[in-house]
């Protein structure tokens, strides 16, 4: 009896799924420098934050998102895009405040 599982799908949802998470960051930190180039020096700073953790995610991800290799981290990946992902959330709020002043 089949235990009603496909190993071949599940390489490509868990591809599928980092590739989602990639353009999700590319887009908040699109967003992020779009809100930043106002010209405050403190939205431009917090800004060139998020595009330097969106890189650091980008390399991370990057393996897991298009099939040509494991991550890089030793099984860490996913804490640590977490992370990123928090970190950029945060910051994302702190530019939308420091544009609400």
């Known amino acids: 009896m ?3 599982r496909d190993p071949g799908l599940q390489p490509e949802r868990t591809r599928l799924a980092w ?3 990639l353009l999700t960051v590319t ?3 699109a967003l992020a420098v779009r809100l930043a180039s106002t010209g405050d020096p403190t939205g431009a700073l ?3 934050v ?3 953790v969106w890189g650091a995610l980008l390399v991370l991800c990057w393996p897991r998102g298009t099939g040509t ?3 890089r981290t030793g ?3 996913l804490p640590l895009a977490t992370v990123g992902t928090v970190a950029l959330a945060l910051l994302g709020v702190l ?3 420091r544009g609400l002043w």
């Open 95 to 97: 530019l939308v405040i």
């Open 46 to 48: 917090i800004a060139g």
């Open 2 to 4: 089949s235990s009603g």
């Open 75 to 77: 099984g860490r990946t």
């Open 27 to 29: 887009v908040v930190t």
């Open 69 to 71: 290799g494991p991550a």
């Open 19 to 21: 590739r989602r998470t």
């Open 50 to 52: 998020i595009v330097l």
